[in-house]
């Protein structure tokens, strides 16, 4: 079975700093894994996605996540905040069977701090 | 702009009225999907259609009712809701083929039930 744990669901940085927003994974196969964005008032919009390629995967926005298999995490980063990265990120494992289900995780809202 | 339109993207009704949302994509995808959002849950999936054909109806009461007429278009049609229904409903398509695909969201309907 699939699921996705996002540890925090509330983080706070300032602008400039480091961006840090956790993912684990469960699942029995290896799995997709894919981080969405979502804006007030709009819908999920795809960052990045690691499809068994490179392990350190570049998305949108200056962000990227990497794909460790030992710690069965894909945590996402960026360097450097800034005011419009303010919003709630979603993880996602999908497992690649049919029927193309996404498993979500709970969300973590990004509060930029000025 | 996802390609993913929905429509109407507020939504107020009584619990005795019956209403349309409306779910269009120009991605030339052939699988559709309704989600439900409510505050502090996670994402959850209502129903799938692949080529036209429901595959997954995760347990929705029967007062959702699903419509695919074609692989562009989702309807998913209400009845007698209750306000426990209040929610962000957003639809998604993506392609079915091997491998990772990730799923594109429309902006979603905001559903109010009184």
């Known amino acids: 079975a699939q699921s996705v744990t996002q540890l925090g669901s509330h983080v706070s940085v300032s602008e400039g700093a480091l961006v840090l927003l956790r993912c684990n994974y469960s699942s029995s196969v290896p799995p997709y894994l894919f981080w969405y964005v979502q804006y007030p008032n709009q819908g999920l919009q795809l960052l990045l996605k690691?499809?068994?390629?490179?392990?350190l995967v570049k998305g949108i926005n200056g962000f990227e996540a990497e794909f460790k298999k030992s710690e069965t995490s894909f945590h996402l980063t960026k360097p450097s905040a800034h005011m419009s990265d303010a919003a709630e990120y979603f993880c996602a494992v999908s497992e690649g069977t049919g029927a193309n289900n996404l498993f979500f995780g709970t969300g973590t809202r990004l509060t930029v701090i000025p | 702009e996802t390609g993913v339109t929905q429509t109407p993207r507020h939504l107020v009704m009584g619990m005795t009225n019956k209403k349309s949302l409306k779910c269009e994509q120009h991605?030339?995808?052939?699988?559709m999907y309704w989600y439900k959002q409510s505050a502090k849950k996670p994402l959850e999936l209502m129903f799938v259609y692949n080529f036209k054909e429901q595959t997954e109806n995760n347990s929705v009461p029967s007062r959702f009712s699903p419509e695919c007429p074609n692989s562009s278009h989702l309807f998913l049609h209400l009845h007698t809701l209750q306000p426990e229904d209040s929610a962000l409903y957003l639809c998604?398509?993506?392609?079915?083929?091997?491998?990772?695909?990730?799923?594109?969201f429309g902006p979603g309907t905001r559903l109010t039930v009184t």
């Open positions: 690691y499809t068994s390629a490179a392990t």
């Open positions: 998604a398509s993506s392609q079915e083929t091997l491998g990772a695909y990730e799923q594109y």
């Open positions: 991605l030339g995808h052939n699988a």
